[in-house]
Nanobody
Framework: QVQLVESGGGLVQPGGSLRLSCAASGIIFSVYNLNWYRQAPGKQRELVAGITSGGIINYTDSVKGRFTISRENAKNTVYLQMNSLKPEDTAVYYC?????????????WGQGTQVTVSS
């Protein structure tokens, strides 16, 4: 059974930091591309950051220079370090693991963790 379990969310003041973690089980973690998405109330889910199995990283423009994604294959865990947080970063953050060798496509989601940036 595949599980992705996020942790590390919470309430933080503007300018503060949080570190999200996503621990995976039931998959060969090292071959998966890993992503962090977020969804704010009334908005569509958006890709925040991704790291491929080979270590290639990308970020959405609004978080560049503030967020850092990393992975630790030995611990089956992906992280999202979030610094200089802004109120507009408030959202539910979801971990995603995807492996696309062809058919089928393996795509798994965590349950989400709430991040609230407010004074």
């Amino acid at each position: 059974q595949v599980q992705l379990v996020e942790s590390g969310g919470g309430l933080v003041q503007p300018g503060g930091s949080l570190r999200l973690s996503c621990a995976a089980s039931g998959i060969i973690f090292s071959v998966y591309n890993l992503n962090w998405y977020r969804q704010a109330p009334g908005k569509q889910r958006e890709l925040v950051a991704g790291i491929t199995s080979g270590g290639i990283i990308n970020y959405t423009d609004s978080v560049k220079g503030r967020f850092t994604i990393s992975r630790e294959n030995a611990k089956n865990t992906v992280y999202l370090q979030m610094n200089s947080l802004k109120p507009e970063d408030t959202a539910v953050y979801y971990c995603n693991a995807r492996y696309s060798p062809g058919v089928p496509d393996y795509n798994y989601w965590g349950q989400g963790t709430q991040v609230t940036v407010s004074s």
